[in-house]
């Protein structure tokens, strides 16, 4: 059973950076494709940012592109997801997730497996 763990959450100003991490337990991190994924209240679930087992393929929404990076280490079971020029409208609870199906199309949340529990950012105004 892979267990994910997200950190780095908090309360920023508008304009401010915050860096996430997602910790993976298992002893096959290489071969999942991650995600990140974020949901405000009120609102649905969305795909933010994601990257294949290898870090070579990486897809955003297209509001964060240029203002936040996913990577991964896989020497440490960990992926990250660097936030910088936050908005307000970034504010939420932002989720990591974890295929092995890294053919599907990874901007879908029902093609994941598992996933954290998740970390609340806040931007204020």
């Known amino acids: 059973q892979v267990q994910l763990v997200e950190s780095g959450g908090g309360l920023v100003q508008a304009g401010g950076s915050l860096r996430l991490s997602c910790a993976h337990s298992?002893?096959?991190?290489?071969?999942?494709?991650m995600g990140w994924f974020r949901q405000a209240p009120g609102k649905e679930r969305e795909f933010v940012a994601t990257?294949?087992?290898?870090?070579?393929?990486?897809h955003y929404l297209d509001s964060v592109k240029d203002r936040f990076t996913i990577s991964r280490d896989n020497a440490k079971n960990t992926v990250y997801l660097q936030m910088n020029s936050l908005k307000p409208e970034d504010t939420a609870v932002y989720f990591c997730?974890?295929?092995?199906?890294?053919?599907?199309?990874?901007?879908?949340?029902?093609?994941?497996?598992?996933w954290g529990q998740g970390t609340q950012v806040t931007v204020s105004s």
């Open positions: 997730a974890a295929t092995l199906t890294w053919w599907s199309d990874l901007r879908e949340s029902g093609v994941y497996d598992y």
């Open positions: 990257i294949n087992w290898n870090g070579a393929s990486t």
């Open positions: 298992g002893h096959t991190f290489g071969a999942y494709a």
